[in-house]
T-cell receptor
C-alpha cells in the first residue's frame, strides 16, 4: 500500500482567488488521480495526473480551471483557479501502483470553503 | 451509460450481520472494489473481486456475480466502529473507477 499526504488539510478562500493543493506519496506510483467529493456524496473524478505529460480531464473539468502538475512519480499538485462558492468541496488525491488489482489509496483530503 | 446502485442508508445492531448490495452496469469490467469511508476521512480500500465468488477477509466478505452485475459486502460481528459509508466502485474497460454513491451504515448498540 501507499501512504499519501495532502496539504493543506483545509482552507477558507475568497472568491476569485486560487488555491494549490499538494499531494505527496511515500513511494513511486504509476497513477495519481484527483477527485472532488461533496459532503454525503460519492467521488467525482476530476482528472488523472500523468507524469511528464498533460493531465487527462474528465467531462466537465478543464485545465484552465483545474491545472494539474506531476513532476515526478511521487508528487502532484491541483490548483483550483478563480474560485467561486460552487468550488467549496473536499478534494482528494489518490494513487495506484498501476498493477493488478489497481486499487487506489487516498490522501486525507483538503476541505475547501470559498466565501 | 454507466451506473452503480447501492442503498443510501442501512441500520444494523452491534454484533449482528449486515449485507450491503451493489448492482452495476458498466462498459466493460476489470474488477469491483469496496471502500470504507468514515465521516470526515478518506476512503480506505477493503476488498477487490474480479472473479465470481466470495472473498473473505476477517469479518468482511465480498461476493461477485459478473453475469448478474451484482456484488455484496458482508460484515459480520458488527462493531460500533463499523459505522461508516461503504462505497462500491467498478473498474471499466478503460481501467477507470466508476463510483457508487455509497451506503451509510448506522450501527446501534
Amino acid at each position: 500500500s501507499a501512504v499519501i499526504s495532502q496539504k493543506p488539510s483545509r482552507d477558507i478562500c475568497q472568491r476569485g482567488t486560487s488555491l494549490t493543493i499538494q499531494c505527496q506519496v511515500d513511494s513511486q506510483v504509476t497513477m495519481m488521480f484527483w477527485y472532488r467529493q461533496q459532503p454525503g456524496q460519492s467521488l467525482t473524478l476530476i482528472a488523472t495526473a500523468n507524469q511528464g505529460s498533460e493531465a487527462t480531464y474528465e467531462s466537465g473539468f478543464v485545465i484552465d480551471k483545474f491545472p494539474i502538475s506531476r513532476p515526478n512519480l511521487t508528487f502532484s499538485t491541483l490548483t483550483v483557479s478563480n474560485m467561486s462558492p460552487e468550488d467549496s468541496s473536499i478534494y482528494l488525491c489518490s494513487a495506484s501502483p498501476g498493477t493488478e488489482p489497481y486499487e487506489q489509496y487516498f490522501g486525507p483530503g483538503t476541505r475547501l470553503t470559498v466565501t | 451509460g454507466q451506473n452503480i446502485d447501492q442503498p443510501t442508508e442501512m441500520t444494523a445492531t452491534e454484533g449482528a450481520i449486515v449485507q450491503i448490495n451493489c448492482t452495476y452496469q458498466t462498459s466493460g469490467f476489470n474488477g469491483l472494489f469496496w471502500y470504507q469511508q468514515h465521516a470526515g476521512e478518506a476512503p480506505t480500500f477493503l476488498s477487490y473481486n474480479v472473479l465470481d465468488g466470495l472473498e473473505e477477509k476477517g469479518r468482511f466478505s465480498s461476493f461477485l456475480s459478473r453475469s448478474k452485475g451484482y456484488s455484496y459486502l458482508l460484515l459480520k460481528e458488527l462493531q460500533m466502529k463499523d459505522s461508516a459509508s461503504y462505497l462500491c466502485a467498478v473498474m471499466d474497460s478503460n481501467y477507470q473507477l466508476i463510483w457508487g454513491a455509497g451506503t451509510k451504515l448506522i450501527i446501534k448498540p
